[in-house]
């Protein structure tokens, strides 16, 4: 949260894990063994699940970082400010920047890793990205949310993408994409 407080909720009880770190926390995502965390100016966090203690790690980037997600114990990814998205293949040890020099100025505000070989990034002015691994490199697509009137009228639906999740549509394994943010007509 604000500040950087953690707060931890076990058997209904509330505690506030110490942390030094003191910037604004804006996502969490949980592996088997941590909590991680994704702030502001570049703050990314390790809590131990165990122990609670806190780790900072260091991604050379003062961005704001503001969305993190993780596939499984290995493989994550942190998104923010200005093009900024970071990967990691072995659980947080090195994180690797992915690097798409013709979005620069883009703000990407949330990213879900999918499945081993795609995933979803949203943000500012309808930013919306599909990542998707071949041959151990990432492809990225940007896509456009619009409607379609007719043959020849369109409009675009979303203005900023703050959010985004999964759900199952039905029993045939189909998922759907689900995002808020700011609409436009």
Known sequence: GEFGVIVNTQGNIPNIIQNR???????????????????????????SKLTLL?????????????SI???????????????????????????????????????????LYHDFNKAYIG???GVYLELEL????????????????DNDDDFELIDDINDMIYHKWDSTNIWSLTWSGTASY
Not at 134 to 149: D, F, Q
């Open 123 to 125: 943000g500012d002015s």
């Open 134 to 149: 071949v041959n151990s490199e990432w492809t990225v697509y940007k896509r456009t949310i619009k409607k379609i009137l």
């Open 54 to 66: 806190v780790e900072k790690i260091n991604i050379d980037t003062i961005n704001n970082l503001y």
């Open 21 to 47: 770190y003191k910037a604004n926390l804006r996502s969490i995502s949980s592996t088997n063994n941590y909590y991680w965390f994704s702030g502001d100016d570049g703050t990314l966090l390790k809590v």
């Open 69 to 111: 997600n993780f596939y499984n114990n290995l493989r994550g990814l942190v998104v923010g400010d200005y093009n900024t998205i970071y990967e990691t293949i072995d659980g947080g040890i090195t994180w690797v920047p992915i690097i798409i020099d013709e979005f620069e100025g883009f703000k990407y505000n949330k990213v």
